[in-house]
């Protein structure tokens, strides 16, 4: 399968500090990509969609001023979490979407653990 | 009725068993049907794809789509511990790289040694 990667892998900050997440498709080009959370035993929720040179689509109740999105290149993007709280300690995952094979195959990224203390 | 239906489970099947995972969605447009692997504290990975009506092997899985019944399956032949995982279903509406999936809420498999 295809290689998405996502850094750091985890992460301990402080409340009210901020964290940013990257997110890189490493062998081949992604149009569109994806940002999920997921909590402990629960189903993936997509936070947003963001286009490469485009402004991110956000889903309803999320905070585009809270959860920041840029989708700069066709292999890179980031998400920064901006003044962190408890309750945004999550598991992060970015998915990366693009013509692969014959199809259009979506593949997630290892997924970074935020927490906030 | 939610947009993708799969049975929670969880399901459990005993090692070198057929294990059968259903997936159900209201969307006849839907058009592109992926299935992925989730193990506890992973994120998902892609083990399926199909976009035709009826079957596709790869390996030990076998992925069968229905359109007509707006159903979509995942068999694993000769199960093994090592595919204990949540299986999440997950319907796209068109074959363009902006398509959003809708994922289903997972069937839980466990296979017994």
């Known amino acids: 399968g295809a290689v998405v990667s996502q850094h750091p892998s985890r992460v301990i900050c402080k409340s009210g500090t901020s964290v940013k997440i990257e997110c890189r498709s490493l062998d081949f080009q992604a149009t569109t990509m994806f940002w999920y959370r997921q909590f402990p035993k629960k189903s993936l929720m997509l936070m947003a969609t963001s286009n490469e040179g485009s402004k991110a689509t956000y889903e309803q109740g999320v905070e585009k001023d809270k959860f920041l999105i840029n989708h700069a290149s066709l292999t890179l993007s980031t998400l920064t979490v901006t003044s962190a709280h408890p309750e945004d300690s999550s598991f992060y995952i970015c998915?990366?979407?693009?013509?692969?094979?014959?199809?259009?195959?979506?593949?997630f990224g290892p997924g970074t653990r935020l927490t906030v203390t | 009725q939610k947009e993708v239906e799969q049975n929670s489970g969880p399901l459990s099947v005993p090692e070198g068993a057929i294990a059968s995972l259903n997936c159900t969605y209201s969307?006849?447009?839907?058009?592109?049907f992926f299935w992925y692997r989730q193990y506890s504290g992973k994120s998902p990975e892609l083990i399926m794809s199909?976009?035709?009506?009826g079957d596709k092997e790869d390996g030990r899985f076998t992925a069968q789509l229905n359109k007509a019944s707006q159903y979509v399956s995942l068999l694993i032949r000769d199960s093994q511990p090592s595919d204990s995982a949540t299986y999440l279903c997950?319907?796209?509406?068109?074959?363009?790289?902006?398509?959003?999936?809708?994922f289903g809420e997972g069937t839980q498999l466990t296979v017994n040694p």
């Open positions: 199909i976009y035709s009506n």
């Open positions: 969307d006849r447009g839907s058009q592109s």
């Open positions: 997950a319907p796209s509406r068109r074959e363009t790289s902006g398509s959003r999936l809708t």
């Open positions: 998915s990366a979407r693009g013509e692969r094979g014959g199809g259009y195959e979506q593949y």
